[in-house]
């Protein structure tokens, strides 16, 4: 029971503060630029094609986020969080270092951290899938999706390469 609600809290706190963080970047909500200013933002940063990478990271984050606090279709909600922060880390934070002060990739790691041991231990049973009796298979889900998150971070960095600038 306890562990229960030890993953409940962590689902929750996590997986809404993604979803309220993306609704800026995806709606413009609580004074965010929505996606045209997310695109351009990833547009400033190399990502090609600019709207397609902020669709992505909209996806990614605002659903990984609404999947993680419902509990829903685990390990999914976790992968759409890791694969945002391993793209953020890259193209945003690493060339700052570790720490959050400078600009770097601490705060990231920690999201990715708390991510990566929901997509392990799975969503607990105050979840939805737990009270649907919904199960991916364990640990095959995770660990193909991790690929496949990995492959997308590859994918994401590529873009800068391959694309000319006036692709956005």
């Given amino acids: 029971m306890l562990i229960d609600s030890g993953l409940f809290i962590l689902r929750l706190v996590l997986g809404l503060l993604f979803v309220a963080h993306w609704s800026q970047k995806l709606f413009g909500w609580f004074g965010g630029g929505g996606l045209k200013g997310t695109a351009g933002w990833l547009g400033s940063m190399g990502m090609r094609p600019a709207i397609f990478w902020a669709f992505m990271a909209a996806i990614s984050e605002f659903g990984g986020g609404l999947l993680l606090a419902l509990g829903f279709l685990s390990p999914l909600g976790s992968l759409g969080i890791i694969a945002a922060m391993i793209v953020a880390i ?76 006036h692709a956005s």
């Fill in 90 to 165: 890259v193209k945003a934070h690493l060339p700052k270092g570790l720490w959050n002060s400078k600009g770097g990739y601490e705060y990231p790691l920690l999201i990715i951290a708390g991510a990566f041991t929901l997509g392990l231990t799975g969503p607990g049973a105050f979840s939805l899938d737990g009270i649907l009796h919904i199960a991916l298979p364990e640990p095959t889900a995770f660990m193909i999706g991790l690929v496949l998150v990995i492959a997308g971070a590859i994918a994401a960095e590529l873009t800068k390469i391959t694309q000319p600038a």
